[in-house]
């Protein structure tokens, strides 16, 4: 990896002992005909939300507890499947088992060179639409499903899964933002364990709807425009800072069912795991802990910070490294918006006069759904012309290669968690434009506590001159030294986390300690 750049992730293959009788199947049998997990251990059905987002920090939890002695039952989407599967160019999707190449890493890395696998067995339920169904052209339909439709399918897997496993203890980790976890999980008796997949602060906000429903910023035809200080753990917070589902004064959206019932399930969690770092939100992450059991086990990477054994990208990634070699260090600007949000024309040719403008050289991803599945070609008319020679327009990549590429000196992003959280991991300052939901207080963790990134106006309100300004300021000006160098400072505090004797690697522990002592009492009883 260029610059020596390391990832010391909690999975430890030295640590897989699957016995032989307990292997899992190879990787022409069927997905969702996966063997059941080996019988006797602490048993963790993990449900993955289905969208990019989530999919790839879910996916490396599932890895960590397989490594340390936990049988997995993953299951996601037929729908993510399929779009993962036919990235990889894979012909025949349904028989594609994602966690073959995982597996057979984990068995060459084994002690001994034997032939231990990790605990993983794989299953897909359907999320109530169509495999084919376009659902970022049609959002709401899409949420609609996930709220009404996929539980029931969800239920009847957990079901079957569960009693196939008995006598083992089985637990359950589903996506915060799933409506049914916690009902379900009582219902067949299992403990249940809320993976939340941003900071800590957004779900602290979400948890405390009620007070901010109480004190007019929520769920009011004229919210209040002053500073929220009353939610536990948060100083002080304004209404402008909060998630954009927040800000609307029409919450009977699906989106905001959704949200309500969501964190009415959450509410009734056992346990929940946490993809932050307890360095980062200290305050945030204290006041929780007192409301429940919540483990901060941050950052979740693929093993050593590169391209994942097992695929989560639901797009085909264009190698980017041979135009990248070709440029002068930190000189290239990493454009990206994500994998689901959209921005509107407008904004795309505000943003891209301004890079244009700023002379810098640039690496973008843009999807070709990025305005809309309807607008596959949005960028101005001889955009790429104008640029040629210094800029790579690309729809897809992997996105910790290009991060951690010597060449790469600064991010524009849409201010995802994992976009930011591999940022801080490459040393790479930011310059924030969010573009809905969490991206919004994410914008003001990265920007006004961290001081890691600058902000480049706001939804509907982006100008070039200003993007052309930040982008100089950030690539090549004073500004840009004290941002790396503050981006240094918690790269530091991330590395520590996650190393011996840090807080994620112990909370991490801790989490496993309990489940196992708990899963060995009678069946997460």
Not at 45 to 73: D, K, S
Not at 351 to 367: C, K, M, P, T, Y
């Amino acid at each position: 990896m260029p610059h020596g750049r390391q990832y010391t992730d909690h999975l430890m293959t030295s640590e897989v002992t699957i016995k032989e009788a307990e292997m899992a199947p190879q990787p022409d049998q069927a997905a969702g005909a996966v063997a059941a997990p080996g019988r006797g251990k602490p048993h963790a059905v993990v449900v993955v939300y289905p969208l990019q987002g989530h999919v790839i920090p879910v996916t490396h939890l599932a890895l960590r507890l397989a490594a340390r002695g936990f049988a997995v039952t993953f299951v996601s989407t037929e729908a993510v499947h399929d779009q993962t599967a036919r990235a990889l160019g894979v012909d025949d999707p349904a028989g594609h088992d994602v966690f073959a190449a995982a597996r057979a890493r984990a068995a060459a890395s084994s002690p001994g060179g034997g032939p231990e696998e990790l605990d993983v067995a794989y299953e897909l339920v359907s999320d109530g639409l169509p495999v084919g169904f376009d659902r970022s052209l049609h959002h709401d339909q899409f949420m609609g499903s996930l709220l009404h439709a996929m539980p029931e399918h969800v239920e009847r897997l957990l079901r079957r899964v569960v009693a196939d496993d008995r006598p083992a203890a089985t637990f359950l980790v589903a996506d915060t933002f799933f409506v049914w976890p916690a009902t379900l999980a009582r219902k067949l008796g299992i403990p249940y364990v809320s993976f939340w997949t941003e900071p800590a602060l957004i779900f602290n906000l979400y948890y405390h709807i009620d007070l901010l429903t109480q004190n007019g910023h929520f769920r009011c035809n004229e919210p209040r425009k002053d500073t929220i200080t009353y939610i536990p753990g948060v100083p002080s917070i304004e209404p402008t800072e909060l998630m954009s589902y927040l800000q609307e004064t029409d919450t009977t959206s699906v989106v905001h069912r959704i949200i309500f019932k969501a964190f009415d399930e959450a509410h009734r969690a056992d346990y929940v795991l946490c993809n932050t770092v307890e360095e980062l939100e200290p305050s945030t992450i204290a006041a929780l802990r007192a409301e429940k059991p919540f483990y901060a086990v941050g950052p979740i990477f693929p093993a050593g910070f590169a391209r994942s054994a097992v695929a989560t990208s639901m797009w085909a990634e264009s190698d980017c490294s041979r135009w990248l070699d070709a440029q002068p260090a930190r000189s290239v600007l990493y454009i990206s918006f994500g994998s689901y949000a959209h921005v509107t024309r407008h904004e795309l040719h505000e943003i891209a006069a301004g890079v244009l403008a700023s002379g810098a050289r640039f690496l973008w991803v843009l999807r070709p759904d990025v305005v809309s599945s309807d607008d596959p070609d949005p960028l101005p008319e001889g955009f790429k012309d104008a640029a040629a020679g210094r800029g790579l327009v690309v729809p897809w990549c992997c996105q910790v290669e290009v991060l951690s590429h010597a060449a790469v000196g600064g991010f524009l992003t849409h201010c995802g968690w994992n976009s930011i959280l591999e940022s801080v991991w490459a040393g790479v300052p930011m310059l924030c434009f969010p573009l809905l939901t969490d991206q919004l207080t994410n914008r003001r963790l990265v920007a006004k506590e961290w001081r890691a990134g600058v902000s480049i106006g706001d939804r509907g309100a982006v100008d070039a001159g200003e993007v052309r300004a930040r982008i100089e300021g950030v690539m090549g000006g004073e500004e840009g030294v004290k941002l790396r160098e503050q981006v240094g400072k918690l790269r530091a505090t991330l590395e520590a986390a996650v190393a011996p004797g840090g807080s994620s690697r112990g909370n991490f522990d801790e989490f496993v300690d309990v489940l196992k002592r708990r899963c060995g009492g009678g069946g997460g009883q």
